[in-house]
């Protein structure tokens, strides 16, 4: 969100799990909107359970610098993490920082947030920023706003001609109480519009 993690990517019903190994060769193509493209696959967790790992993909007119401090910005999280009422971030700096962030979801889903330690490594013309839960003093959690357990995801940014490519990976597993026919319509037009409003930010700034 890069969270949403950025999480204005968190799904309405999902809860998050471990992401998966880093081959991305079973992925499966599942919706397009110009050239922002999502994808997801299906792997076991354990011999009860498997997962769903989503994948986004984008190009960017930009710099791999300026996604980065967009994605570690708390005035403009609200602004392109769609759904997100709190995005607050603390302890950090260009490298590391904590993100806060609470959603504010539509019936019959309860708000939720969640605490991301969030890890900037670049390397030549590429940045990863991985991310994961933690727990923080400032954020303990309360009553009638569901706390998403166990987040790991990742943004990586490569220079690509006159922008970047963008990647977005998070990992999901099934609600046990909404049916998939009517979370997954949700989960993936979240996702889009969240890139989308990401890119936008990130075009307009360039333009200006």
Same mark, same amino acid.
């Not at 960017?60 to 997100?84: F, M, Q, Y």
């Not at 019959?108 to 003093?137: A, M, W």
């Given at each position: 969100?890069?969270?949403? &993690? ?11 799990? *471990? ?8 992925? *499966? ?12 696959? !299906? ?22 610098? $300026? ?12 602004? !392109? ?15 590391? !920082? *904590? #993100? ?8 019959? $889903?309860?708000?939720?947030? #969640? ?7 670049? #390397? ?31 943004? *990586? ?23 998939? !026919? ?22 307009? &700034? $360039?333009?200006?």
């Amino acid at each position: 969100m890069l969270l949403s &993690a950025s999480i204005g990517l968190t799904a309405q019903g999902y809860s998050f799990a *471990v992401t998966s190994p880093s081959d991305t060769a079973d992925f *499966v193509h599942v919706k397009s909107s110009g050239d922002i493209n999502l994808y997801e696959r !299906w792997y076991h967790l354990n011999d009860f359970q498997k997962a769903r790992e989503i994948k986004a993909t984008l190009m960017v007119r930009t710099e791999p610098h $300026v996604a980065a401090a967009l994605i570690r910005d708390e005035s403009r999280g609200r602004k !392109w993490n769609l759904n997100v009422k709190t995005y607050r971030i603390v302890s950090g700096d260009e490298s590391s !920082w *904590v #993100c806060y962030m609470e959603y504010n979801l539509p019936w019959p $889903v309860n708000n939720q947030d #969640c605490v991301l330690q969030y890890t900037l490594r670049s #390397c030549g013309d590429s940045f990863e920023i991985s991310f994961k839960n933690i727990d923080h003093p400032l954020f303990p959690v309360q009553n009638r706003i569901e706390r998403i357990p166990d987040i790991r995801g990742k943004w *990586v940014l490569r220079r690509n001609g006159g922008g970047i490519s963008v990647e977005y990976y998070i990992t999901t597993t099934p609600s046990s109480t909404l049916p998939s !026919w009517l979370t997954d319509p949700i989960i993936r037009n979240n996702l889009m519009e969240t890139m989308a409003s990401f890119r936008k930010i990130l075009e307009g &700034a $360039v333009d200006q």
